[in-house]
T-cell receptor, first 114, second 112 residues
């Protein structure tokens, strides 16, 4: 089975712009979770989607949003980018709901905000 | 909120030596995950522990969850260069809510 894929792998944006990241889960997995990883804060949970519905959300501002499609693929959007949004964004998929089931991670999208 | 403390923060070990990484939680662990990350890349799933006293092994890596379910250890036997990377423990808060909470990671360097 193919693993979790994320596109693009690298992205450079300027402050104020918006960005959309994509995640394709492992075939058959219905849950997709997004995490932000920075040197200072480490890995932090953004949100989880299961069967096209947002199930859980971490402590991030409303500029961070996402959605999930009927084929379980997920997108994450960040509007009005700030310098502090520079990070590695990781998505993880699992068969069932979120952290109750083993999450398998993609390679990440490295976002740099200038 | 649940916090995970990993120790040590970094570790330099000579190739062939054994090592242990610890993960301590401020609250009861319902599920404890160990992942490995190469710098700037995604996380590779290693093991998941759920029951107090549980121990799992894969190749030269053994993970244990203590009886009280508030601490886990990861032990590597006869370390190899391929073991180098960042080891992260992640905890399930229970009920499948709010994603996994992660420790800050342990940076492992293997010296030849």
């Amino acid at each position: 089975k193919a693993g979790v894929t994320q596109t693009p792998r690298y992205l450079i944006k300027t402050r104020g712009q918006q960005v959309t990241l994509s995640c394709s889960p492992i075939s058959g997995h219905r849950s997709v979770s997004w995490y932000q990883q920075t040197p200072g804060q480490g890995l932090q949970f953004l949100f989880e989607y299961f069967s096209e519905t947002q199930r859980n959300k971490g402590n991030f501002p409303g500029r961070f949003s996402g959605r999930q499609f009927s084929n379980s693929r997920s997108e994450m959007n960040v509007s009005t980018l700030e310098l502090g949004d520079s990070a590695l964004y990781l998505c993880a998929s699992s068969h069932d709901r979120g952290s109750a089931d083993t999450q398998y991670f993609g390679p990440g999208t490295r976002l740099t905000v200038l | 909120s649940q916090e995970l403390e990993q120790s040590p923060q970094s570790l330099i070990v000579q190739e062939g030596k054994n090592l242990t990484i610890n993960c301590t939680s401020s609250k009861t662990l319902y599920g404890l995950y160990w992942y490995k990350q190469k710098y700037g890349e995604g996380l590779i799933f290693l093991m998941m522990l759920q029951k107090g006293g549980e121990e799992k092994s894969h190749e030269k890596i053994t993970a244990k969850l203590d009886e009280k379910k508030q601490q886990s250890s990861l032990h590597i036997t006869a370390s190899q260069p391929s073991h180098a990377g960042i080891y992260l423990c992640g905890a399930d808060k229970g009920g499948g809510a709010d994603g996994l909470t992660f420790g800050k990671g342990t940076h492992l360097i293997i010296q030849p």
